[in-house]
């Protein structure tokens, strides 16, 4: 089963910066790839997901100022975030629409005000 380990999170400031990354054990080129969040007391969010033809879609939330690629030859999903909001902090975890991998640990963003 492939895994997928998330990593890139960090606490920034507001306005600030942070670029997440996905690295998956085996192949996903060709499976549909999502950001997911969850805030403390909310239910888990897709923010973002891709293709493997590399089309996007967002979140309400983060258009604008969240983007996310994908590298298929490093089997690695990104998400570049900008423009952070304290709104924006929560645990980020990455898997498959529908999801196909168990959740790890996810990385933790915290945005400051």
């Known amino acids: 089963q492939v895994q997928l380990v998330e990593s890139g999170g960090g606490l920034v400031q507001y306005g600030g910066s942070l670029r997440l990354s996905c690295a998956a054990s085996g192949s996903i080129f060709n499976l549909l790839m999502g950001w997911y969040r969850q805030a403390p007391g909310k239910q888990r969010e897709l923010v973002a997901f891709i293709s493997s033809g590399r089309g996007t879609n967002y979140a309400d939330s983060v258009k604008g100022r969240f983007t996310i690629s994908r590298d298929n030859v490093k089997n690695t999903v990104y998400l570049q975030m900008n423009s952070l909001k304290p709104e924006d902090t929560a645990v980020y975890y990455c898997?498959?629409?529908?999801?196909?991998?168990?959740w790890g640990q996810g990385t933790q963003v915290t945005v400051s005000s």
């Open positions: 898997n498959g629409i529908p999801p196909f991998a168990s």
